[in-house]
């Protein structure tokens, strides 16, 4: 099983230079703690939510303070970049992180950052596809041309190589009912979260995920890692009070972000649209214990922890500590030390 952290968030309050501090004191601690791998996220043009715009550059800064701990992106959103300088970049930080590296890949459920760059989102998916064969190809080392409907290169050759051959470990994000088994199919490990899937609903959804990737002819399972939310109190009344505020803020947020995308034609069907709003619109806060999130002590923690593994079939779990951006640091490595040393020793 691999643990890590999911760092992603500004804490509200903090200034951008104290958000990356923050930052880079979880991803010490994760070093210091013996957590498998530290992953960020890729947020732009929102600076209340995140300061996170650049996260190869911080990955790379990360790798260059720790010796062991890896570092990954949970994910790059390749439609919004050049895929060559995309394989150039992470090529680099494969190199200087000496193979401490992992490419989480996506193309967002969110049309923002798209609409900001003048990037249509309908054509994300295609572009997404079409920039991840480009990437794989780059990454062979030998001068190659691309013909595609969106991006075009002739006799291009990318230096340098990774420093993991044939490449880092992709990871590929899925949140849509279209994607799961689309991953499955293409042998490639699955990212899954449970922003806009509960876990009842991602249990089936990975089925169809396993069902691509066996009728593909791929050995073995399949490869699944979970983001959740999860926070570590003394006492489960502690466990269940403190985090309260903070998630129902993060799920009323987010439903306002998937209410934006209604009317668009570009966005997915406008029956899922609506029923998935409706339902982060009316989402209880028990409802969000039960489906969304791992609360508790550290016996609870360990108890949910290995239920959701087993019953998912995970092969690795990465922690929320602030989804909404309200807790103070402290909360965060209340939570991170408790899932350090006493809930992950129990789960290995």
Partial sequence: MHFGIFLEERRRGAGEAQAFRETLELADAAEAWGLDGVWLGEIHFNPARSVQSAPLALASFIAARTRRVRVGTAVQVLPLGNPLRIAEEVATVDHLSEGRFDFGVGRSGSPRAYDALGIPYAESQARFQEALEVILESWKGAPFSYQGKFYRFENATVSPRPYQLPHPPIRMAANSLETFPFVG???????????????????????????????????????????????????????????????????????????SGLGRADTGPGERRRARVEKLEHLAYEEILETRVAFGTAAGLIDRLARLRDELGLTGIVAELNPGGLLPMERMQRTLRILTHEVIPALR
């Fill in 185 to 259: 199919q293409q042998g490639l490990p699955l990212f899954v979260g449970l922003r806009d899937l509960d876990i009842p609903e991602l249990g089936v959804h990975l089925q169809a995920y396993r069902a691509a990737w066996r009728d593909a002819g791929h050995a073995g399972h399949g490869d699944v890692c979970l983001r959740i939310p999860v926070y570590a109190g003394a006492t489960e009344r502690e466990a269940i009070d403190e985090p309260c505020e903070n998630i129902t803020y993060f799920f009323r947020r987010h439903a306002e972000l998937a209410r």
